[in-house]
């Protein structure tokens, strides 16, 4: 329950029990959006993987389903994704949700031929409750090389083909079939751009439209790698043209530069909306969170779209509008001048630790949120003007010794002029920051003695605040 759980995010989804990693098959199917994710139903750290999932009317309110993949004689069931056969291309049905997905080969693992993982597919004709395998699976065999994983699956209108992305160690392979079970290799892509402090996984494609301009994003998460230490995810802006993804331009750009936003993909077949959930930890600590009987939960639903930064297009991501239903009433101030502290806390305390705070500033000076409690923990969020950048600073935020490497200060680069505007949303033991309109973000979690109730504006010269709005969130879980 609750109060038995006080790091488990209450509008966050987190499995009932067990171990929870990357998010899997996001597909939308007749007014229900479907989660499925890797999941070891046997502990609480990772282990022989199954697709456990999890279904929502608004991707706000989760309900955990029974687990949906087991692991069979090919292996145990690693990440992919799962899209709607809405021709019929696979002969299991129209309509029918087709899960695509690597097997993990211990066995084969042990024997170190590099190939153990290797694509297979399984079929739903009711809407994700039961699972057929795909009797001659594997669809796609492993060439000989070691890390061939995560398939993202997406139709390819202009050619009426499938096409898939698909993590083959350094690189990313793009292969494409008719029909789900023959797939072809189309080409490669970034053996020599990009990061490459870790291997590459969980990659996903995308078109977005930028007034009327169609581009392509790629995802490709690393493990490790990130820009603040252990596992994240970059991405390119590029043209695709159903073989070959080039970027526009070469430069690293990541998704999210806070620790805890990993392997997210984008849902199926939800038009052309892209909405990204990633998983909110990092394989650096992951299996050491002090959680008692579940770990890990996922960010919240973000709406992907592009900006401009010169003449790049730059990702931005922003909390989907379905989570407007979950926010109570806001009250508003404006312009507020905080000479050295401002003190919110009154109204904060009443938000038992979920809430959501806008807040606009007057230029780009010093601004820093100090989120604390009776305990004394402390969580930093701001803007330094000397750098010139956002940061989360979780080290005196709770329980920071479980690992080395927790307590930290993480920042990313403002990628924008003029005014700041930050959105912070708080649930329980997450933090997600989103800078200048979802330009810049930041996601941490961290592990409070109890909530941080108490909320205080530091500047460090005067400073205007154009518009503070804040507001406490309804619980969303059972
Ligand atoms: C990413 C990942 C994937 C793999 C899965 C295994 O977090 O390592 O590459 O499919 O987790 O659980």
Redesign the pocket.
């Known amino acids: 329950t609750v109060a038995n759980e006080p790091h488990r995010p209450q509008f966050h989804f987190t499995p009932k029990a067990h171990w929870m ?2 998010p899997n098959g996001m597909v939308f199917l007749n007014g229900t959006y479907h989660l499925f994710f ?1 999941h070891n139903p046997g502990g609480t750290t ?1 282990g022989p ?1 199954h697709w456990g999932h999890a279904t929502s009317k608004d991707m706000m309110h989760w309900e955990e389903q029974p687990i949906a993949l087991y692991p069979d004689s090919l292996g145990t069931i ?3 994704s799962a899209v709607v056969d809405k021709n019929n291309t696979a002969g299991f049905g129209k309509n029918a949700l087709v899960a695509i997905y ?1 097997c ?1 080969n211990k066995a084969i693992e042990d024997a170190k031929t590099g190939l153990h993982q290797y694509q297979g597919i399984a079929y739903s004709t009711d809407e994700g409750k039961t699972w057929t395998k795909y009797e001659k699976n594997p669809v796609l065999p492993n060439p000989g090389i070691w ?1 061939f ?2 398939p993202k699956v997406r139709w390819y209108e202009a050619e009426k083909k499938w096409v898939m992305t698909l ?1 083959t160690k350094d690189r990313i392979t793009f292969y494409s079939s008719p029909n789900l079970k023959q797939w072809t290799k189309e080409s490669e892509f970034g053996e020599k751009l990009g990061a490459h402090g870790g ?1 590459w ?2 990659p996903d494609l995308f078109p977005l439209d930028y007034n009327g301009q169609k581009k392509w994003v790629l995802l490709v ?1 690393i ?1 490790p790698g990130g820009p603040n230490g252990g ?1 994240a995810t970059q991405y390119f802006v590029g043209h695709f043209d159903g073989k070959t993804f080039i970027p526009d331009n070469p430069v690293t750009r990541w998704v999210d530069y806070g620790t805890d936003n ?2 997210g993909v984008t849902f199926s077949n939800l038009g052309d909306r892209q909405v990204f959930m990633g ?1 909110m930890s990092n ?1 650096q600590y992951a299996e050491r969170v002090p959680t008692q009987n579940w770990r890990s939960a996922n960010t919240l639903p973000r709406e992907l779209g592009l900006a401009k930064s010169g003449n790049d297009f730059i990702l931005t991501s922003t909390p989907v509008k379905e989570m407007a239903t979950i926010i109570n009433k806001a009250s508003v101030l404006q312009n507020i001048t905080v000479n050295t502290s401002y003190d919110i806390s009154d109204k904060i305390q009443a938000y038992n630790g979920k809430y959501v705070v806008d807040l606009e500033v007057d230029g780009q000076k010093d601004i820093a949120l100090h989120l604390t409690n009776a305990k004394g923990d402390l969580l930093v969020i701001g803007y330094e003007k000397a750098g010139n950048a956002f940061y989360i600073d979780r080290t005196k935020a709770g329980e920071v010794n479980f690992e080395p490497g927790f307590a930290k200060k993480m920042t990313a680069p403002r990628n924008a002029q003029g005014n700041i505007n930050l959105k912070i949303i708080i649930d329980a033991a997450s933090a997600e920051v989103f800078a200048d309109s979802g330009r810049t973000v930041l996601t941490a979690i961290f592990f409070p003695q109890e909530p941080l109730n108490l909320l205080h504006i530091k500047a460090t010269a005067p400073l205007k605040v154009l518009k503070l709005k804040h507001a406490g969130i309804a619980t969303a879980i059972k």
């Open positions: 990693n990357d890797q990772w993987m690693f990440s992919g690597t993990h890390d994983r995560d993590a291997v996984e969980c998460s493990n596992s990993y392997a998983w394989w």
